[in-house]
């Protein structure tokens, strides 16, 4: 919505609606809204089983009997990242020790040697540093375009970032931020969304890692990283 009462959303008007439904119902309710349709994927393979107990093929037994598992597993991992967050734990699978919850990204893949996580045209991280002025360096390498020309803008709980704390790199967006007393903040992100030759996903930034620190601890990664490479 701020992309398009900053004008930018006008310009691309099927996107903007189509991230307003990507995100109204996590905006409003979270993870309510995935966890309801899970229990209800799992009553509903149940539902088929029992009724297939009677009166079903073997062959339809076993198709819905891996279908009602794959609902259990789907649910009963849902509940477990529901759990981990309301205890403040990290879930795993984050993109560095500093990100304490992800939304908005695809399954981790690799290409022209990097892995990396393609995120949607819009993502949120839960960052967490130290109170008070950080740098936030996001790896992302320029496999769309070059990094300065794709066009993304940045949010720090819900406030755009101004864009002379960001330094854009030929493989990485360098972020000055103030982090508020608890240390925790939302970092967001939009940008043009892209359409893969035969992928229907919508991608927005690809991204390795995320490095959350002082300049001096984020510069002595950066030179790790590089000797490492």
Same mark, same amino acid.
Request: positive net charge; proline residues 6%; contains cysteine.
């Given at each position: 919505?701020?992309?398009?009462?900053?004008?930018? &959303?006008?310009?691309?008007?099927?996107?903007?609606?189509?991230?307003?439904?990507?995100?109204?119902?996590?905006?409003?309710?979270?993870?309510?809204?995935?966890?309801?349709?899970?229990?209800?994927?799992?009553?509903?393979?149940?539902?088929?089983?029992?009724?297939?107990?009677?009166?079903?093929?073997?062959?339809?037994?076993?198709?819905?009997?891996?279908?009602?598992?794959?609902?259990?597993?789907?649910?009963?991992?849902?509940?477990?990242?529901?759990?981990?967050?309301?205890?403040?734990?990290?879930?795993? &699978?984050?993109?560095?020790?500093?990100?304490?919850?992800?939304?908005?990204?695809?399954?981790?893949?690799?290409s022209a040697g990097h892995t990396f996580r393609w995120?949607?045209?819009?993502?949120?991280?839960?960052?967490?540093?130290?109170?008070?002025?950080?740098?936030?360096?996001?790896?992302?390498?320029?496999?769309?375009?070059?990094?300065?020309?794709?066009?993304?803008?940045?949010?720090?709980?819900?406030?755009?970032?101004?864009?002379?704390?960001?330094?854009?790199?030929?493989?990485?967006?360098? *972020?000055?931020?103030?982090?508020?007393?608890?240390?925790?903040?939302? *970092?967001?992100?939009?940008?043009?969304?892209?359409?893969?030759?035969?992928?229907?996903?919508?991608?927005?930034?690809?991204?390795?890692?995320?490095?959350?620190?002082?300049?001096?601890?984020?510069?002595?990664?950066?030179? *790790?990283?590089?000797?490492?490479?």
């Amino acid at each position: 919505m701020r992309d398009s009462l900053a004008g930018r &959303g006008w310009k691309r008007p099927d996107e903007m609606l189509r991230a307003f439904l990507r995100w109204v119902a996590p905006a409003l309710f979270g993870g309510l809204g995935t966890r309801a349709a899970a229990r209800l994927g799992v009553i509903r393979a149940r539902t088929v089983l029992t009724a297939l107990e009677r009166i079903g093929s073997s062959e339809a037994i076993g198709r819905w009997m891996k279908r009602y598992i794959a609902a259990l597993i789907r649910l009963q991992r849902l509940d477990c990242i529901s759990h981990l967050y309301r205890q403040g734990r990290p879930a795993a &699978g984050l993109m560095g020790k500093h990100v304490l919850a992800q939304i908005g990204f695809h399954a981790e893949e690799s290409s022209a040697g990097h892995t990396f996580r393609w995120s949607e045209p819009q993502a949120a991280l839960r960052i967490e540093g130290p109170p008070g002025r950080n740098i936030v360096r996001i790896r992302s390498p320029a496999l769309r375009a070059p990094l300065d020309a794709i066009g993304v803008h940045f949010y720090l709980d819900g406030a755009p970032v101004d864009p002379a704390a960001i330094v854009i790199g030929c493989d990485s967006y360098t *972020l000055s931020l103030d982090l508020p007393p608890s240390g925790i903040a939302t *970092l967001a992100w939009s940008c043009p969304v892209l359409r893969g030759v035969g992928d229907s996903r919508p991608l927005g930034l690809s991204i390795v890692a995320i490095d959350v620190g002082g300049e001096a601890e984020i510069a002595g990664r950066a030179a *790790l990283l590089a000797e490492q490479e």
